[in-house]
């Protein structure tokens, strides 16, 4: 970890993933509005990003990591690293006005998925059970 305090928008990869597909669909059905003169909606970049309570410090990403995978972890920050930003966060708000699209899962949710992923992913023996457990986690993603 080069940065404990560093703040990140941590999303589990369904959600920007169901974000495209919404924008698919709606280019596809051509639903998009124009903005502007000229300009499709759908030419326009879009962030999928998760709600702003789940910007969280790089340290409470770990410490919510190991409430489902055990271990420990040692601060061996360096001081003299490279600069990042500290701060990252990613603006949605066109994404849900535009395609009424939003995150479904908070930062719990998200850690908990995906450490549950991982864990599940090193103990599969065949490639059936990662399809499977892969398959699971999509269809728990899109229950309302």
């Not at 708000?93 to 009424?100: E, S």
Request: glycine share 6%.
């Amino acid at each position: 970890m080069r940065n404990k305090t560093a703040t990140r928008p941590w999303q589990h990869v369904l959600e920007p993933l169901g974000g495209y597909l919404i924008l698919a669909m709606q280019m596809a059905a051509g639903t998009l509005d124009r903005v502007g003169d000229s300009h499709s909606a759908s030419a326009m970049a879009f962030n999928f990003g998760p709600e702003l309570g789940s910007n969280r410090t790089v340290a409470e990403l770990v410490q919510e990591i190991l409430k489902h995978w055990p271990g420990n972890w040692v601060d061996e920050c360096d001081p003299k690293a490279p600069h990042e930003a500290g701060k990252l966060n990613l603006a949605t708000d066109k994404a849900f006005h535009t395609l009424g699209w939003r995150p479904k899962w908070d930062f719990e949710t998200t850690i908990k998925k995906t450490v549950e992923w991982y864990l599940a992913a090193e103990k599969c023996q065949q490639p059936k059970e990662f399809y499977e457990l892969t398959i699971r986690q999509i269809e728990e993603y899109n229950k309302p």
